[in-house]
T-cell receptor, first 113, second 110 residues
Framework: DVKVTQSSRYLVKRTGEKVFLECVQDMDHENMFWYRQDPGLGLRLIYF???????EKGDIPEGYSVSREKKERFSLILESASTNQTSMYLCASSLAGRGDTQYFGPGTRLTVL | KQEVTQIPAALSVPEGENLVLNCSFT??????LQWFRQDPGKGLTSLLLIQSSQREQTSGRLNASLDKSSGRSTLYIAASQPGDSATYLCAVEWGGKLIFGQGTELSVKP
């Protein structure tokens, strides 16, 4: 079975802190994605990556950056956390190409005070 | 722009009922459509994926249909059980991305 793990289930940070959210998949998937999920807004794509060291902006990249140094690991970085970044963050991976199922991690609920 | 809508937003049924969840999308040029399940505070689990050339997919008590020309999909759950209680999300692959609906929160009462 595909396993996507995220470094923390719950995280509390202060405004202005630099925050790292880590995601690791164990199935040699090419594609990895970061979403945020908010009540009333649903899931929105922040960034995605189709290969190592490659990244593409999603629909809401402002205030975020990403890093993919190894195929299995995709990190989401909040350079200076703000309260409007309080959300559930979900990582996903898929094998390659279009049409492949995305497999999701358990999510990280981030609270920025 | 692609928009995905799910109706109803919430549904409560007694155990044993058959039920239908609805999903509609505005641009029919989709690559595929997926149904996901999300338990409270958890990630998403893929239930069914229908390619754009297909009309339906089945897995156990679940059956999903796709009518691309009318921009609609339904998820049919037979003989519902309390363990089916969760939020169900549909998503279309469009423009290389997954576009999600906001989900239907299902509660199955014993």
């Amino acid at each position: 079975d595909v396993k996507v793990t995220q470094s923390s289930r719950y995280l509390v940070k202060r405004t202005g802190e630099k925050v790292f959210l880590e995601c690791v998949q164990d199935m040699d998937h090419e594609n990895m994605f970061w979403y945020r999920q908010d009540p009333g807004l649903g899931l929105r794509l922040i960034y995605f990556s189709y290969d190592v060291k490659m990244k593409e902006k999603g629909d809401i990249p402002e205030g975020y950056s990403v890093s993919r140094e190894k195929k299995e690991r995709f990190s989401l970085i909040l350079e200076s956390a703000s309260t409007n970044q309080t959300s559930m963050y979900l990582c996903a991976s898929s094998l390659a190409g279009r049409g492949d199922t995305q497999y999701f991690g358990p999510g990280t609920r981030l609270t920025v005070l | 722009k692609q928009e995905v809508t799910q109706i109803p937003a919430a549904l409560s049924v007694p155990e044993g009922e058959n039920l239908v969840l609805n999903c509609s999308f505005t641009d029919s040029a989709i690559y595929n459509l997926q149904w996901f399940r999300q338990d409270p505070g958890k990630g998403l689990t893929s239930l069914l994926l229908i390619q754009s050339s297909q009309r339906e997919q089945t897995s156990g008590r679940l059956n999903a249909s796709l009518d691309k020309s009318s921009g609609r999909s339904t998820l049919y759950i037979a003989a519902s059980q309390p363990g089916d209680s969760a939020t169900y999300l549909c998503a279309v692959e469009w423009g290389g991305k997954l576009i999600f609906g906001q989900g239907t929160e299902l509660s199955v009462k014993p």
